[in-house]
């Protein structure tokens, strides 16, 4: 059975139009990493743990925002997209506003450098944004593009 995340993707209207708060992956990996990389704040959920209430969590572990209290409107349910591993994203849009430069992320270790046999810590997200609806097409990881697309059809 293939893994489950959840997320949102976060919409605000603004005088120049729609925008959407997309989050940048942390670590060394993706450090020097930008167009094509970025994604709705998500995170895997178990069998039997409810999706949308997976998707509020994955926002406050990303980015240290409560997905509650910055909805300004209806959760509405996309369709679901395939990573090319297989993992199924199940995504909500929603309205909210809230200042992309207070984000906290929670962290994770990896070996670095490589074989190196030390720990550092990384964000899981180091930083989040509001982009334009065309900016984000460029900037979301392309299997995340259809989320913006059907973004556009129900708003």
Same mark, same amino acid.
């Given at each position: 059975?293939?893994?489950?995340? #959840?997320?949102?993707?976060?919409? =605000?209207?603004?005088?120049?139009?729609?925008? $959407?708060?997309?989050?940048? %992956?942390?670590?060394?990996?993706? =450090?020097?990493?930008? $167009?094509?990389?970025?994604?709705?704040?998500?995170?895997?959920? &178990?069998?039997?743990?409810? %999706?949308?209430? /997976? /998707?509020? =969590?994955?926002?406050?572990?990303?980015?240290?925002?409560? #997905?509650? =209290?910055?909805?300004?409107?209806?959760?509405?349910?996309?369709?679901? $997209?395939?990573?090319?591993?297989?993992?199924i994203?199940? #995504?909500?849009? +929603?309205?909210?506003?809230?200042? +992309?430069?207070?984000?906290?992320?929670n962290?994770?270790?990896? &070996?670095? %450098?490589?074989?190196?046999?030390?720990? +550092?810590?990384?964000?899981?997200?180091?930083?989040?944004e509001?982009?334009?609806?065309? &900016? /984000?097409?460029?900037?979301?990881?392309?299997?995340?593009?259809?989320?913006?697309?059907?973004?556009?059809?129900?708003?």
């Open positions: 059975m293939p893994k489950k995340s #959840a997320g949102i993707l976060w919409y =605000r209207i603004q005088n120049n139009g729609m925008e $959407v708060f997309l989050v940048h %992956p942390g670590g060394p990996f993706w =450090r020097n990493k930008d $167009v094509g990389t970025w994604s709705i704040p998500k995170g895997e959920f &178990e069998e039997g743990e409810d %999706p949308l209430q /997976a /998707a509020k =969590r994955e926002m406050k572990e990303e980015t240290g925002i409560d #997905a509650n =209290r910055v909805c300004t409107s209806l959760f509405i349910e996309l369709k679901p $997209v395939r990573q090319k591993s297989g993992k994203i199940y #995504a909500w849009t +929603a309205q909210g506003d809230f200042n +992309a430069s207070e984000l906290t992320s962290s994770f270790e990896l &070996e670095w %450098p490589p074989k190196s046999g030390k720990n +550092a810590t990384f964000p899981e997200v180091d930083k989040g509001w982009f334009t609806i065309g &900016e /984000a097409k460029k900037r979301i990881l392309s299997y995340q593009l259809p989320l913006i697309i059907q973004l556009e059809e129900v708003v």
